[in-house]
């Protein structure tokens, strides 16, 4: 009750002058009415001036942590007393004042109250100093009084945007740059750059959350942005760039956190995105390129499509966890591995021989919903590729192997890939592969129409044979080898009821392709089934007439090519476990004066034995080239069918946009040599589909 008694009598002494000059002139509406309006004003201003100098001196004389809190009970009389004063002059406020365009009542108090305190030469460094000082001070960890300092700050609020910004916000943003330029100076040179993001985004808080406590909403922009310039922007390229903390080593070692962190604070600076795809993508690019080109890795294609695999994971992982699934930044990932993944030629055989491996019977993934998964990451190496077409080549190589052989995981897993690979690149690309599928189909009819006729087979062996369309299957070189009179007559019964139920038509054994499963009796008396291809079914054949046979005899005989019967005969003889024939003289290689015997002391714990081909999983190095050349020849009528249809829309064209839009139709399937183009482009005017322009030499017009 005394306090508040006390305020109340300081709040009549202001008055005191005002009131006794209302009493004397009656009622403030009197005085305004009877054009005493001017006085009346005046002598506010004076009353007004008078006791905000007597509040000035009290401030001045405040000391140390006092000094605000005795402005403060100030700045609350004073507001009080105007309150008092503008409901006694409202008559004056309402109409003298609009009328003579004076500053209102309770502004006029506001303004005196800013020149004559705040704006003190006495007063004004000093509050200003101490507000900066207690800011500095709860930078540094100590506890202030937050209270206090939001009445301050919303009493330099209340009296204008100007006084707020213009005397305490920039003076306060300039300190703040200072202290974090220092401030960030000695952390960037003691901390790691995870903990240093860590500091910058506390300091962002902290900022963020004293804004809300005591400052004017509009400042948070204003000192995120010197936070973010001197913490982040000014320090960017070497935070990004740290050796074993920064960007690259976040990457390596996965830290999802600290580049989340690192992708949200950069956000706030300018280029601070690109600048972090631009590292990213160089080191994808290096580590690459490192993978790609090492000869060690090289030797397993399908550790190598793993490992590819398995980098893809990992960005593609860090993309969508730390960075949002940001487009720009899956873009640019994409575009790194389409460069590794091209330097190397044979990445598309690779991964025709990953799928391979994972289609084909006896792999681990046996789960169909697994071989889906794996399927789909494989198709997105595939879109790097810059040569599918190659790949087509291969794929349809090592399809056909998986068809003939059996050896398919699953008819459901082969089509998918399938339906992939059509919806990637379109029916032409897939044509010739499903035209694979329904070669089985009618060949499984076919075989059922053989053995369902009339015509007696008696004791024959049986046979199963798969036609094949020329041109949906991979060509193969036609090496026929003489075939044992028991499967020769049989297959000349098959080729006549083949060609005489179709008109037309040509068979052609491919003996090197077939395989076949014979019942063995061996000297020791144990019995096996044998499954082995043609080539190794004729040569054992052999031996049901001969005891011991000469490489020449077998060769004579069964007319097999010299490279691939040198092969049938290691495998034969020289694989363990498996040698089923002996040589004589022993050694790894075949020479031409070897004697081939069965071994009669051959045993196994299976009743049914495979025998495998000694066979390369890569291409030979000839075999690579032939390859090349074939993909080659097959591209030359694809680069002619798109500069004549160019041509024929365009009817006049110079050399280089040929080469353009032929690039950009093509480059779905393959990279277009430019070389390449200007020789088909040379083909088509000797066959006089275009011709040269006769006065400028690189234009070209198209026939009609």
């Known amino acids: 009750m005394a306090q508040n008694s006390i305020t109340c009598l300081k709040q009549l002494a202001f008055l005191r002058n005002i009131i006794v000059y209302l009493h004397s002139g009656r009622t403030a509406y009197n005085l305004v009415l009877h ?18 100098q007597e509040m000035g001196t009290s401030i001045e004389a405040a000391q140390g942590g006092l000094f605000l809190e005795e402005l403060q009970r100030k700045w609350y009389d004073h ?109 960037i040179e003691c901390c790691s750059c995870g903990e240093y993001l860590k500091k910058a985004q506390q300091r962002l808080d902290e900022e963020a959350e004293r804004v809300s406590q005591y400052m004017d909403g509009k400042t948070d922009e204003k000192i995120t942005a010197v936070v973010v310039k001197e913490m ?57 390129k490192n993978m790609v080109t090492d000869p060690e890795r090289l030797k397993d294609p399908v550790d190598f499509v793993q490992r590819l695999l398995n980098e893809k994971d990992k960005y593609d992982s860090i993309v969508t966890t730390s960075f949002s699934n940001d487009k720009s930044f899956q873009n640019a ?28 019977k006896g792999t681990k993934e046996a789960n169909e919903e697994d071989v889906e998964t794996v399927l789909d990451k494989v198709m997105m190496l595939f879109r790097y590729l810059q040569e599918k077409d190659l790949f087509e080549k291969y794929y349809k190589q090592h399809l056909a192997k998986r068809l003939l052989s059996g050896k398919a995981t699953s008819d459901d897993s082969e089509r998918s890939m399938l339906v992939k690979l059509k919806t990637e690149c379109g029916y032409q690309f897939t044509s010739k592969l499903e035209g694979m599928f329904n070669d089985l189909k009618t060949s499984h009819d076919t075989t059922q129409g053989f053995y369902g006729g009339a015509t007696p087979l008696g004791d024959a062996p049986t046979i199963s044979v798969q036609i094949l369309t020329t041109g949906s299957w991979p060509t193969q070189p036609c090496n026929t080898c003489n075939l044992p009179p028991e499967i020769l007559g049989v297959s000349e019964m098959f080729r006549g009821y083949y060609l005489g139920t179709h008109n037309g038509r040509r068979l052609t054994w491919q003996t090197n392709m077939g395989t076949a499963d014979i019942k063995a009796v061996f000297g020791n008396g144990s019995k096996h089934e044998l499954n082995v291809s043609t080539y190794q079914m004729c040569v054992l054949m052999l031996f049901n007439s ?24 290691q495998s034969l003889a020289l694989v363990k476990g498996k040698n089923v024939l002996r040589k004589d003289p022993m050694s790894r290689d075949i020479s031409d004066d070897d004697s081939f015997y069965v071994n009669d002391k051959f045993t196994s714990k299976l009743f049914k034995v495979k025998i495998g081909t000694v066979v390369t999983q890569k291409e030979s190095e000839p075999e690579k080239m032939e390859t090349r050349q074939r993909v080659e020849e097959d591209r030359k009528p694809q680069i002619e069918a798109a500069i004549v249809r160019i041509m024929k829309a365009r009817r006049v064209l110079d050399h280089n946009s040929i080469v353009t839009e032929v690039t950009k139709q093509l480059q779905p399937r ?17 066959r006089e589909f275009l011709e040269r322009d006769k006065k400028d030499r690189k234009l070209y017009r198209y026939l009609a």
């Open 79 to 187: 507001n009080k007393a105007l309150q008092m004063v503008r409901d006694i002059l409202m008559y004056m406020d309402r109409v003298f004042i609009p009328t003579n365009k004076k500053t209102p009542v309770f502004d006029l108090g506001l303004d005196l109250w800013r020149d004559t305190i705040v704006r003190s030469p006495k007063i004004h460094a000093r509050l200003f100093d101490t507000l900066l000082d207690i800011i500095h001070r709860e930078r540094t960890g100590e506890v202030i009084n937050r209270s206090l300092m939001r009445s301050t700050t919303k009493m330099l609020m209340d009296l204008g945007s100007s006084v707020y910004q213009d005397d305490f916000e920039k003076p306060f943003l300039e300190a703040s740059a200072s202290f974090y330029s220092g401030e960030s100076q000695r952390f």
């Open 333 to 360: 990932l994409n575009s790194s591995f389409e460069y590794f993944i091209n330097l190397n030629n044979r990445c598309p055989e690779f991964i025709s021989l990953y799928v391979d491996n994972k289609l084909r």
């Open 670 to 686: 393959f990279m277009p040599n430019p070389v390449v183009i200007k020789k088909r482009i040379e083909s088509l005017i000797e």
């Open 546 to 569: 001969a005891d011991v046979l000469s490489y020449r005899d077998i060769e004579q005989t069964t007319a097999i090519p010299a490279a691939d019967l040198k092969r049938c005969l």
């Open 232 to 288: 982040l922007a000014n320090h960017m390229q070497r935070l990004i760039l740290m050796e074993n903390s920064g960007l690259v080593k976040m990457l390596v070692e996965d830290r999802y956190e600290d580049l989340t962190m690192m992708y949200i604070l950069f956000q706030r600076v300018p280029d601070g995105h690109s600048t972090i795809k631009s590292v990213m993508n160089s080191h994808v690019k290096e580590t690459g």
């Open 35 to 52: 054009k005493h309006g001017p006085k009346l004003y005046d002598k506010l201003i004076e009353n007004m001036k008078e006791q905000l």
